[in-house]
């Protein structure tokens, strides 16, 4: 009896161990550094605003860098973000960095002998994302990173805490490691944080795409699946938080043709999300709002017309159907 007890136990607590995170899809992310005065359940706080910054974005030439500066032809291309204290506090050194999801450890490297430590983790998303948004503008990508629901973060030049393991389960704000100062002599001292779309899983074998992390010009980075890290975690938490609202009154009642045109003609990869056009609501509401000449309205922005122009659904009470008001228009 004794016995069969501590067995029942033993598979109690693995089973706890496991559920936490087992096959989570990351319906929410944060920043892989953490901004001053806010803890981790708030970090998508942006860090730029707190205490760090971005030195070398995404996309960036660094014209004779290190690491593909000297090849012919030279990679100087970006495709990643560098983050970095804006007090240089300890040289950026051993600055935790944090999984921006619930996730799976894909691959670890400790001892590269360039890179110093690199760990890479997918997050499942919550539904298919259409990423067309978050290329380098002016860059075309290729049909099998345009629409997916997985992508693969990279924290590079980092020491990898110990426990970590290739295919354990991390949790969102879970630490990874930290910001080296040095490795071989080598010196690194900021995040290299990079994010690519990633349909095939865990069938990368380096620890960039291509092998380097610089690339010879914008297109190759686009090529290759690297979208614009903080854009995307700015833009997917919008849509996390909005998309449920579409044809929605704010009373939660449903504006059934708005939401049937939303779904017919291509619903979130062609609209974006639902927008708050500054009027305090990202619901339908009347427009204008005085007056009794009106239509019922909706705002969208983040689909095809790009994340700084919006569109609108309009349902016109009068003739019982919905259109789309405009093709895209700046956000003012
Ligand atoms: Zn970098």
């Known amino acids: 009896m004794e016995k069969i007890k501590s067995i029942v136990l033993i598979v109690l607590l693995i089973g706890a161990v496991f559920s936490g995170t087992a096959n989570a899809v990351a319906d929410r992310l944060i920043f892989p ?44 291309y970006h495709p990643a973000e560098d983050w970095n204290r804006t007090d240089g506090r300890d040289n950026n050194g051993n600055e935790s960095v944090y999984s921006i999801g619930d996730g799976v450890i894909a691959r670890i490297e400790r001892n590269h002998s360039f890179y110093g430590g690199t760990i890479l983790v997918r997050y499942e998303l919550t539904q298919e994302m259409d990423f067309t948004p978050y290329f380098l503008p002016n860059t075309t990508p290729v049909e099998q990173y345009r629409r997916d629901r997985h992508i693969i973060a990279q924290f590079m030049h980092i020491a990898v805490d110990g426990n970590l393991q290739e295919g354990q389960w991390v949790n969102l704000g879970q630490r990874l490691g930290v910001i080296l100062n040095t490795y071989n002599n080598i010196v690194f001292q900021h995040l290299h944080f990079e994010i690519m779309v990633d349909p095939n899983g865990n069938s990368f074998a380096t620890t960039a795409r291509n092998g380097i992390g610089y690339y010879e010009n914008q297109q190759l980075i686009t090529k290759d699946g690297y979208i614009d890290p903080t854009r995307f975690i700015l833009g997917y938490n919008t849509s996390q938080s909005t998309t449920n609202l579409v044809g929605k009154y704010p009373d939660s009642s449903l504006n059934q043709l708005i939401l049937n045109y939303y779904t017919a003609n291509g619903g979130e990869s062609v609209f974006g999300h639902p927008f708050d056009n500054n009027s305090g609501t990202a619901f339908v509401h009347r427009w204008p709002e005085q007056g009794t000449e009106y239509v019922i309205i909706q705002d969208f922005a983040g689909g095809i017309y790009g994340t700084d122009k919006q569109c609108a659904i309009v349902y016109n009470p009068n003739v019982n159907s919905a259109f789309l008001l405009k093709e895209g228009f700046f956000i003012s």
């Open 33 to 76: 550094v953490l901004a001053d005065n806010h803890s981790i359940a708030q970090n998508s706080a942006d860090p730029r605003d707190y205490g760090w910054f971005v030195n070398n974005g995404f996309g960036n030439r660094y014209v004779g860098n290190p690491v593909g500066g000297h090849l012919n032809p030279p990679r100087e």
